[in-house]
């Protein structure tokens, strides 16, 4: 019996601190061993939260670690590379030169996430297969940003994005080695006003608090140095963290040296405490746990997902994904009920559809958001909105889905209505031709589904579809009245019979209304 072949995956993660890289063999059950990690003292946050710019620097040094990292990357033969970028990146005005050199030099395509993706992100890779009656609380302290997550299980039930960061805080206001007295104070005073956004229910909620990494380590490793018990893994108290913040607020570059802080984080140690202080006291939490696992994790934990094996639930299928459309699509003002008929009459459609379609999980992981999403354009104006709904899309911000799958939901979005795809379209253009016979494919059914709910009174209960040759028929079960729902499906089935390559056709089965 041949002993199944594991799959390589490769992430990297560009935070405004360093660059990391994690290679890792992912086996078909999802197991993982992590097979190389590297890191890349580039500070991309560098001169960024002062300037708004990315120095030429910062670029230079990234893009040669991308020319080191995807050349492991190809010695370990690892079939896909995901790389995304944090705040530094993500506040640049000068971003596209950092994706253009990373792309012609490393042939790295660089994903710019947003704090609600890097919080999911992170939370999967600290919490990753914890059981959904699990409650935690979690911080992420970056160069540019703050994550604090309050999870239930592995997803981020609550996320709060802070612009509090050690490389932030610290160009923003530190002159003087050591810090004097009046830029701590400043520090201190940025802080408090930066965790007045984290909700109040969260006070007092948890005793502990999880450190992903980074910073957090720093910390508790000056913590257990200081108490006489250096190394180990035991908690620090909220008392130690504050006695570390006191002791670096008089250490110079040679002292903190000294203490052991790491040359990477040696100037930034400062402000990463008092972050990590700031809210362990505003949150009256009293000890931290630190964990080594972070956001590098998330990304390999999501590519395992998207490449290896799904989860038990469904690509993109967590609750965290699913209620991150649906907050988009209530900021559009979106009729929910209709936008919930659609996407569960597209998904029954999907499902029978297999042997037409030929799509995988990752397909209707699309549909799905495509179809939730569809009408947000009326947010704009009714007329056109399906044009509107697509430039709303293309630039939203959806957790769980990636640029590019993002730009595929926006293209499916815009054809549920008026005309299907067409190569003269310059939206149609943009797509791969694998891209474009997948949303042609997703197309024809939204379309199908947005009809049978033309009313937008939920009058269809299931549908069942049967093949005979390469003639199709839609059984509809659906409430007395529904004549306008089957009449506008079969009206916009034109799609669906082209990528079918037969006639379809609807046949009207009534049942007893809901009571």
Known sequence: MRRPVPKTLAVVDLGSNAVRLQIAAAQPDGTLEVRAEDRAAVRLGSQVFRTGRLSRESISGC??????????????????????????????????????????????????????????????????????????????????????????????????????????????????????????????????????????????????????????????????????????????????????????????????????????????IYAGTAILEGVMRKLRVEEMQVTTRGLRDGLMADLVRREVRPPAAGLHEENAVLEGLRAFGRRCGYREPHAEQVAQLSLSLFDQLRPVHRLGAEERALLHAAALLHDVGTFVSYNRHHKHGYYLLFYADLPGFTDRERELIATIARYHRRSVPKDRHEVFQLLTPGERIVVRRLAAILRVADGLDRGHRRQVRRLEVSRRGPRMRIDVWAEKGADLEVWSAQQKSELLAEVSGGPVRFRLRVVSPRR
Do not use: W, Y
């Open 63 to 268: 893009a040669s670690a991308l020319v080191r990292f995807s050349k492991l990357a190809r010695t370990a033969g690892a079939t896909h590379v995901r790389a995304v970028a944090t705040s530094a990146v993500r506040e640049a005005s000068n971003r596209d030169e950092l994706l253009k050199a990373a792309r012609s030099r490393a042939g790295i395509d660089i994903e710019v996430i947003s704090g609600a993706e890097e919080a999911r992100l992170v939370c999967l890779g600290v919490f990753q297969g914890a059981s959904a009656s699990d409650r935690s609380l979690l911080i992420d302290i970056g160069g540019g940003s703050t994550e604090i997550i309050s999870a239930r299980g592995e997803e981020p039930e609550h996320a709060f994005s802070l612009q509090l960061g050690s490389v932030r805080l610290t160009e923003f206001f530190v002159e003087h080695d050591p810090i004097s007295r009046s830029e701590a104070q400043l520090i201190e005073e940025a802080i408090e006003d930066a965790v007045l956004q984290i909700d109040p229910l969260l006070i007092g909620k948890h005793r502990r608090i999880i450190g992903a990494a980074g910073t957090t380590g720093a910390v508790a490793a000056l913590a257990q140095a200081m108490s006489g018990a250096p190394g180990g893994s035991r908690p620090v108290s909220h008392a130690e963290v504050r006695a570390v913040l006191d002791k670096l607020r008089s250490a110079d570059l040679k002292k903190r040296k000294k203490l052991g802080v790491d040359s990477s984080r040696i100037d930034v």
